[in-house]
């Protein structure tokens, strides 16, 4: 039950057109609809705007709108928008295609209005365009926070919806490469590079990666969240089968256990030939060697785990290790 549509558009005719906005919508259109192993994931409707002859009007956009937000009752809702973005003096705008002087798109207001109201379990929203920041501040305060670049503005959010926007509400968004600066770094993260041990990439994971890529110099990259529980976005490629993590109490007693290792953990005849396992010593030497390049052992000096076994020295759980095993010991991984 979790649902999306992502728009992108290139193309304006009153405006000046973009070259990056679709290549996002598209590329995101691909890694949410499946996780990394094939698996369904998001079902997703992607709109496009690349020249006149898809027209993505106000109306269009705000029938789509209310088509996501429709029914949603225990469903996850997913928007994204990559195009221009305007402030007016009532708010910023996710602009259209026929966008006028006094009638740019759909009001971040109005969308913002849409998520707070809906019943749906939880609800993303993803913008990739000039002010996106603005999306969930206090209605009426948007212009004086332009006017005078206050950027301590407020927001109200309900439970469980969260807000990922490109930039601050008074700033620009830049594209680069045929992308958003912003959904390149995104999409990044959605393949590996913000997943978690067992693969997951929430809201969290990921503006903690874009964040991080962002200078003081600069466009900030801004969240705005009231989560209880944070909505999967996609699964990617673990860091360690669940099945090695859920082991961990049967090799460490208690979460401050040592493991004390002897030569025979390196045991004879390395490297082992395909198939073969080895001694129970030698699984269990290979098993500590999976976690710690997961970052879960570690041992004094953190020297490598062949001269901690040739001197009969140990090995122990480092503060993410204690985690994942109170984890498994409640049976909850």
């Not at 705008?93 to 009638?103: G, Y």
């Not at 979460?255 to 082992?272: K, T």
């Amino acid at each position: 039950m979790k649902r999306a549509i992502l728009v992108g558009i290139d193309h304006y005719p009153t405006a000046g057109s973009l070259g990056g906005c679709v290549a996002d919508a598209t590329a995101l259109n691909e890694l949410l609809s499946v996780h990394a192993d094939g698996s369904p994931n998001w079902r997703t409707q992607l709109i496009t705007g690349e020249t006149d002859g898809a027209h993505i009007t106000r109306d269009s956009l705000r029938h789509s709108l209310t088509q996501l937000f429709a029914n949603a009752r225990d469903t996850d809702l997913l928007f994204f928008f990559a195009g221009h973005g305007a402030q007016t003096a009532w708010g910023a705008d996710l602009v259209t295609q026929d966008a006028t002087a006094h009638n740019l798109g759909v009001s971040m207001n109005d969308l913002i209005t849409l998520a707070n109201d809906s019943p749906a379990r939880s609800v993303t929203l993803i913008l990739d365009c000039c002010f996106s920041g603005d999306l969930g501040s206090t209605p009426g305060h948007q212009a004086t926070a332009v006017a005078e670049n206050f950027r301590l503005n407020k927001a109200t959010l309900r439970e469980n919806v969260t807000i990922l926007a490109a930039s601050r509400g008074t700033e620009p968004s830049q594209e680069v490469d045929g992308h958003g600066v912003f959904t390149r770094i995104l999409l990044d993260g959605l393949e590996g590079g913000a997943t978690d041990h067992l693969g997951k990439v929430t809201p969290l994971s990921l503006y903690g990666y874009v964040s991080a890529a962002f200078d003081a110099w600069q466009q900030r990259p801004v969240l705005k969240t009231n989560l209880t529980e944070p909505v999967i976005l996609r699964i990617g490629p673990p860091w360690l089968d669940a099945e090695l993590l859920r082991k961990l109490p049967h090799h460490f007693p208690s979460a401050d256990s040592v493991v004390q290792l002897s030569p025979e953990h390196e045991g004879d005849g390395r490297p082992l030939p395909p198939g073969m396992l080895g001694t129970p010593k030698q699984q269990q030497f290979d098993y500590l060697g999976r976690l710690r390049n997961a970052n879960l052992v570690t041992t004094d000096g953190q020297r490598d785990h062949y001269w901690v076994a040739m001197e009969g020295g140990e090995v122990y759980l480092t503060s993410m290790g204690r985690y994942f095993w109170k984890l498994a010991k409640r049976k909850v991984l």
